[in-house]
């Protein structure tokens, strides 16, 4: 079976400072990978995704994530925190066990961004 | 629409009652999904439609859960006899293709509160 494991519930960060945001997947197959995003009240919004091309995926709002086969991780990070980047962050895999990828959400990470 | 629709945004259900909630996908999408993301929580897998099949119905809770979608574009998810256990945001989502590669545009979402 495949699943994602995101490592923190809750991640605060100041503005300006880098954002790391972690998650590890299981996976008995090359797995496709996603970050999406939820802003209070809103729909998920697609970050980046990872579909077994280049390890390190550029997404936007200068977010990027780095496939790990090795450490089955797919951790996402920011270089510099917004105040607009506070929001519930999921890690997703795709299950490829049914010919249709119905998709596999972490619990989320909540960010808070400090001024 | 350029992007996913549901409707109605927020419904207050008192227990015992039926609700319908009603999603429109990005026109020509072939795939569409729903989802129930309880407070605090990652987004769970409901059901799967191809076109009009219902191909996936393994994660409806109950037998009180009833989707369709009858002519292949709009759906329609139905609960019956409402429970507060099923208090939650309900989410749509449709790609253009059936495959696991494709990320999903998401709904805003439907507020579901059972009192």
């Known amino acids: 079976a495949q699943s994602v494991t995101q490592l923190d519930s809750h991640v605060s960060v100041s503005e300006g400072t880098p954002v790391l945001l972690r998650c590890n997947y299981s996976s008995s197959y090359s797995p496709s990978l996603f970050w999406y995003v939820q802003h209070p009240n809103k729909g998920l919004q697609l970050l980046l995704k990872?579909?077994?091309?280049?390890?390190l995926v550029k997404g936007i709002n200068g977010f990027e994530a780095e496939f790990k086969k090795s450490e089955t991780s797919f951790h996402l990070t920011k270089p510099s925190a917004h105040m607009s980047d506070a929001a519930e962050y999921f890690c997703?895999?795709?299950?490829?066990?049914?010919?249709?990828?119905?998709?596999?959400f972490g619990a989320g990470t909540q960010v808070v961004v400090t001024p | 629409g350029a992007g996913v629709s549901q409707s109605p945004r927020y419904k207050v259900a008192k227990r015992g009652q039926d609700v319908a909630l009603r999603c429109d996908p990005i026109s020509g999408h072939v795939s569409l999904f729903w989802y129930q993301q309880a407070l605090g929580q990652g987004p769970e897998f409901l059901t799967y439609?191809?076109?009009?099949?219902?191909?996936?119905k393994s994660g409806l809770p109950s037998d009180r859960f009833f989707a369709e979608r009858p002519e292949g574009s709009v759906s329609t998810l139905k609960i019956q006899r409402t429970q507060q256990e099923d208090s939650a945001v309900y989410l749509c989502?449709?790609?253009?293709?059936?495959?696991?590669?494709?990320?999903?545009?998401f709904g805003n979402g439907t507020r579901l509160t059972v009192t």
């Open positions: 989502a449709s790609r253009p293709q059936n495959s696991y590669n494709s990320p999903l545009h």
């Open positions: 997703v895999v795709s299950v490829t066990t049914d010919s249709w990828g119905k998709l596999q």
């Open positions: 439609f191809q076109n009009e099949a219902q191909l996936d």
């Open positions: 990872y579909t077994s091309a280049a390890t």
